[in-house]
């Protein structure tokens, strides 16, 4: 096993932990291409807007992420620089804010649910329904928060090489935590150092197929296999959501 810590080894984030749901992105139907379309562009407006209107992603370290992940999902390069222009030309974001709201899921589980909208009671609203419905609840700001830390993320593919290996070239890289799963190693890094750990396991050969900034658990919460499957759904209808860009628990 290639790990550092391995009480961090499970944990559910959207786009993310599911490697399957990274390796069979090209597979989905329509109507979940277009809703990962439409949320990749919210991310670049977004990026673009908090970057202060700058659109070289050399020069705006979320909107570079931003294009990546956008990339990662096989939206068009068409559809992208239409993004960036589209939010270059917004003063303020094309009227989109990101919200992050915390709440709590079956089995005490803690939620946060990362949001890009245009109607904060609009969000509020459906947020609050798809959680209560799912016998969770919305909590108050820093509620959940403290139980995550902000990490940079790069998604490598396994192909041939060991665990041993790996381990060794994501130190050497400047990682500080390495997960094997079943056709992927997944390495945390600080946020300052992420672009300089994806290039240099990419100059190692080691094919990347994402990097990210991600909200991480501290540690992980263990449930039952029911809980397991009711959270499951909930962050399915969450992600469902057109207001939602991504979701984090610590399960």
């Not at 809703?35 to 991310?43: D, E, G, I, P, W």
């Not at 960036?84 to 915390?102: D, N, P, Q, R, V």
């Not at 079943?182 to 390495?187: K, P, R, S, Y």
């Not at 759904?233 to 860009?245: A, F, G, H, N, S």
């Amino acid at each position: 096993m290639c790990f550092l810590s391995r009480a961090h080894q499970h944990f559910y984030m959207s786009g993310h932990s599911k490697w399957s749901k990274v390796k069979h992105q090209k597979a989905v139907t329509d109507s979940v291409k277009a809703r990962l379309f439409t949320k990749a562009a919210r991310a670049i407006t977004i990026a673009v807007h908090e970057g202060g209107g700058v659109t070289d992603p050399d020069d705006n370290f979320k909107l570079r992420l931003a294009i990546e992940n956008a990339r990662g999902v096989n939206m068009p390069k068409e559809n992208i620089d239409r993004a960036i222009a589209h939010a270059a030309l917004g003063a303020k974001g094309g009227g989109l804010e990101t919200i992050l709201y915390e709440g709590f899921g079956p089995g005490g589980v803690g939620i946060l649910i990362e949001s890009a909208t245009d109607n904060k009671q609009r969000t509020v609203s459906v947020v609050r329904n798809v959680l209560e419905t799912a016998g969770g609840s919305l909590g108050s700001t820093g509620s959940v928060g403290y139980l995550f830390d902000v990490v940079g993320m790069v998604i490598t593919n396994k192909g041939t090489i060991s665990s041993d290996d790996m381990l060794a070239k994501a130190l050497d890289a400047g990682a500080v935590d390495c997960i094997e799963e079943v056709d992927a190693f997944i390495l945390f890094t600080t946020l300052p150092t992420l672009f300089s750990v994806k290039t240099a396991l990419a100059e190692a050969g080691i094919m990347v197929e994402q990097a990210d900034v991600v909200y991480r658990p501290k540690t992980t919460l263990m449930i039952s296999p029911a809980d397991k499957v009711n959270v499951d759904t909930l962050v399915m209808k969450l992600e469902e959501l057109d207001d939602v860009q991504r979701v984090f628990t610590n399960v």
